[in-house]
């Protein structure tokens, strides 16, 4: 294969696949692999209803030697075809991550971070013998030690409202709307959700990059670089996940306008709300206009509007910076942005002060623990 096959997925086992795409093509890897649970049994609720648990095929290995060896080899192609500015991201739990890291490390991979995504909303431990396992585990690493590689420090700044970004990722699990079912039931058991797509791809990419995903499932990864104006490459393996990621990804209406909005390179505590949540969770978008309220003269919104940067700051007039900034920019005046940009509500045709989006989001987070 001499030419990247770009925006597709390619059906097969990635074992296989991985072996004919050229190498030093690919410019970030995401990786969900099998986590080899180990699940022995059924587990159920204390109201005797079954949970809706990782039973498929392909999370079973039969040892810990051959899942070691399986994750050995994709890995060993992983490295061969990501550039040599490339990193990878690869996401597991307590079962697998340790083995991941070893092999990664063992391979020639050099660690840059170990992030944590802590889960506003895990599933408890019905059994009560454990503590509740509220989080999954990334590594982010580079292909060779020392080489220069994408990271947005400043994007990850604006996303959480100019605070520097830690490695302890408060996000809510795949749930709701955005979990997609069939007559009920998940599709996919391990879904991950845009959100933590979202700023991983905008940490480190730049638009135009091509994105690997190995693992591709119902094409989380894909349908996020596509919303940010990169490149991607799936494989996956099972047709009816094939089919769901294709109908997701086409969904998909990439922004036309304004190149800027994605080539940003802009210069909290975890329960804080940031406008960059508002973004990650998809309630607002990059690209989409906020109007400023000019004091409600004549019972009208002034017609001022800024356009959302895909990092969580507003573009006016040549001028880039936070609600706060670019509000106290034209009142010329001490500006909470947050009370004084409205977005455009399309199903009402209203515009509604972004504060009650905030309120959405915290009421979320306090209902599943996350103040």
Same mark, same amino acid.
């Given at each position: 294969?001499?030419?990247?096959?770009?925006?597709?997925?390619?059906? !097969?086992?990635?074992?296989?696949?991985? =072996?004919?795409?050229?190498?030093?093509? %690919?410019?970030?890897?995401?990786?969900? *692999?099998?986590? /080899?649970?180990?699940?022995?049994?059924?587990?159920?609720?204390?109201?005797?209803?079954? %949970?809706?648990?990782?039973?498929?095929?392909?999370?079973?290995?039969?040892?810990?030697?051959?899942?070691?060896?399986?994750?050995?080899?994709?890995?060993? @192609?992983?490295?061969?075809?990501? &550039? &040599?500015?490339?990193?990878?991201?690869?996401?597991?739990?307590?079962? /697998?991550?340790?083995?991941?890291?070893?092999?990664?490390?063992?391979?020639?991979?050099?660690?840059?971070?170990?992030?944590?995504?802590?889960?506003?909303?895990?599933?408890?431990?019905?059994?009560?013998?454990?503590?509740?396992?509220?989080? @999954?585990?990334?590594?982010?690493?580079?292909?060779? &030690?020392?080489?220069? $590689?994408?990271?947005?420090?400043?994007?990850? =700044?604006?996303?959480?409202?100019?605070?520097?970004?830690?490695?302890?990722?408060?996000?809510?699990?795949?749930? !709701?709307?955005?979990?997609?079912?069939?007559?009920?039931? =998940?599709?996919?058991?391990?879904?991950?959700?845009?959100?933590?797509?979202? &700023?991983?791809?905008?940490?480190?990419? /730049? *638009?135009?990059? %091509?994105?690997?995903?190995?693992?591709? !499932?119902?094409?989380?990864?894909?349908?996020? #670089?596509?919303?940010?104006?990169?490149?991607?490459?799936?494989?996956?393996?099972?047709?009816? $996940?094939?089919?769901?990621?294709?109908?997701?990804?086409?969904?998909?209406?990439?922004?036309? =306008?304004?190149?800027?909005?994605?080539?940003?390179? #802009?210069?909290? *505590?975890?329960?804080? %709300?940031?406008?960059?949540?508002?973004?990650?969770?998809?309630?607002?978008?990059? !690209?989409?206009?906020l109007y400023l309220e000019l004091g409600k003269r004549n019972g009208e919104i002034g017609e001022i509007s800024a356009t959302i940067l895909a990092n969580g700051h507003l573009y006016y007039q040549g001028i880039t910076g936070s609600i706060h900034q670019i509000g106290r920019a034209i009142l010329n005046a001490p500006c909470n942005g947050w009370m004084v940009w409205y977005y455009l509500d399309e199903s009402s045709g209203n515009r509604i002060v972004i504060d009650q989006l905030r309120q959405k989001v915290k009421a979320e987070y306090a209902r599943h623990g996350?103040?």
């Amino acid at each position: 294969m001499t030419e990247l096959p770009l925006d597709q997925i390619l059906q !097969g086992d990635c074992l296989e696949i991985l =072996k004919n795409l050229p190498a030093n093509a %690919v410019d970030m890897i995401f990786a969900d *692999p099998p986590y /080899n649970l180990q699940l022995k049994g059924d587990l159920w609720r204390p109201n005797l209803t079954k %949970v809706d648990g990782v039973v498929e095929e392909w999370d079973r290995f039969s040892s810990f030697k051959d899942y070691d060896a399986f994750t050995r080899v994709w890995l060993t @192609e992983c490295r061969r075809v990501l &550039r &040599r500015s490339g990193t990878i991201w690869v996401i597991g739990t307590y079962h /697998n991550i340790y083995r991941v890291g070893t092999i990664l490390q063992d391979l020639g991979f050099w660690t840059l971070n170990d992030v944590v995504w802590i889960k506003h909303n895990p599933m408890p431990n019905f059994r009560g013998v454990r503590f509740t396992n509220a989080h @999954e585990t990334l590594i982010w690493a580079q292909k060779e &030690r020392g080489a220069r $590689y994408t990271f947005h420090h400043y994007d990850m =700044k604006a996303l959480n409202d100019d605070l520097q970004m830690r490695s302890d990722w408060y996000l809510p699990i795949c749930n !709701g709307k955005e979990r997609i079912r069939n007559n009920g039931s =998940k599709v996919h058991a391990t879904q991950k959700p845009e959100s933590l797509l979202y &700023r991983i791809i905008l940490s480190s990419t /730049n *638009p135009g990059d %091509v994105i690997l995903d190995p693992f591709f !499932g119902t094409g989380t990864t894909g349908a996020v #670089a596509r919303l940010l104006n990169r490149h991607w490459i799936g494989i996956e393996l099972d047709q009816e $996940y094939i089919r769901v990621a294709k109908q997701r990804i086409e969904a998909i209406q990439p922004l036309e =306008k304004m190149e800027f909005v994605f080539d940003t390179h #802009a210069k909290t *505590p975890a329960h804080r %709300v940031t406008f960059g949540a508002l973004l990650e969770s998809g309630l607002l978008r990059p !690209g989409q206009d906020l109007y400023l309220e000019l004091g409600k003269r004549n019972g009208e919104i002034g017609e001022i509007s800024a356009t959302i940067l895909a990092n969580g700051h507003l573009y006016y007039q040549g001028i880039t910076g936070s609600i706060h900034q670019i509000g106290r920019a034209i009142l010329n005046a001490p500006c909470n942005g947050w009370m004084v940009w409205y977005y455009l509500d399309e199903s009402s045709g209203n515009r509604i002060v972004i504060d009650q989006l905030r309120q959405k989001v915290k009421a979320e987070y306090a209902r599943h623990g996350g103040e």
